[in-house]
């Protein structure tokens, strides 16, 4: 199974950008998925998360601001940032809690991490 996120890059303060997380291989299904970020010296800390029914939690910083979706058809979760501020530099990673087709449980799998930088 991989996660393979999109999307990154360079924008200025209020600006957007959108991350994609697309899952494949040998998939069951799919529950949770999230985006978590890290920036350099911090702990990594969750962002949003999305269960399969569509449920979403946020990070109180990015309320109002982040918005998660997903596209069950497609295995991918998505990030839609509006109004980035200079703290929401960071390398994002995607999550996704899988269960492969010879597993009877759902494990975590990390994607490879996607750069952004609010900068001006």
């Known amino acids: 199974v991989q996660l393979q996120a999109s999307g990154g890059g360079l924008v200025q303060p209020g600006g957007s950008l959108r991350l994609s997380c697309a899952a494949s291989g040998s998939i069951f299904s799919i529950g949770a998925m999230g985006w978590y970020r890290q920036a350099p010296g911090n702990q990594r800390e969750l962002v949003a998360s999305i269960i399969f029914g569509g449920t979403t939690n946020y990070a109180d910083s990015v309320k109002g601001r982040f918005t998660i979706s997903r596209d069950n058809s497609k295995n991918t979760v998505y990030l839609d940032m509006n109004d980035l501020k200079r703290e929401d530099t960071a390398v994002y990673y995607c999550?996704?809690?899988?269960?492969?087709?010879?597993?009877?449980?759902?494990?975590?799998?990390w994607g490879q991490g996607t750069q952004v930088t609010v900068s001006s």
């Open positions: 999550n996704a809690k899988i269960r492969i087709l010879t597993a009877l449980r759902h494990s975590d799998y």
